[in-house]
């Protein structure tokens, strides 16, 4: 009888782990609202941390998201990259430059 429970809670366990593998930034931000939530003190005193104009915390956690973004990347699509240079060039100029150019467009019009 213990070793059915045992396997019942190995599936588990590994059913929770793949899970939280596959949904990490989901996972992770739901549990720092949670602590957030239980434990506002600490979110206060880190958001008064600041250098300059720049808060270190929120600039820690930006870095951190786009690391991890970076490090879960496949080399496959890496060398796609390399390989296409044409539709990186123009996706990147547009997000730059046209997105840029649009948004100094409209705030000269008068809405």
């Avoid at 992770?28 to 609202?33: D, L, M, Y």
């Avoid at 786009?66 to 296409?84: A, N, Q």
Wanted: net charge positive.
């Amino acid at each position: 009888m213990a070793d059915v429970q045992e396997s019942r809670f190995t599936r588990l366990l590994k059913k929770v782990q793949a899970f939280v593998i596959e949904n990490f930034l989901l996972v992770g931000f739901c549990g720092a609202v949670i602590f957030a939530f239980a434990y506002p003190f600490g979110g206060k005193l880190f958001y008064s941390w600041q250098a300059g104009d720049y808060r270190i915390i929120e600039l820690l956690n930006n870095c951190v998201v786009f690391f991890i973004s970076g490090v879960t990347l496949k080399l496959e699509d890496l060398k796609t990259v390399v390989k296409h240079k044409v539709p990186v060039v123009y996706s990147l100029d547009t997000i730059n430059l046209i997105t840029t150019l649009l948004s100094f467009g409209l705030m000269l019009v008068s809405l």
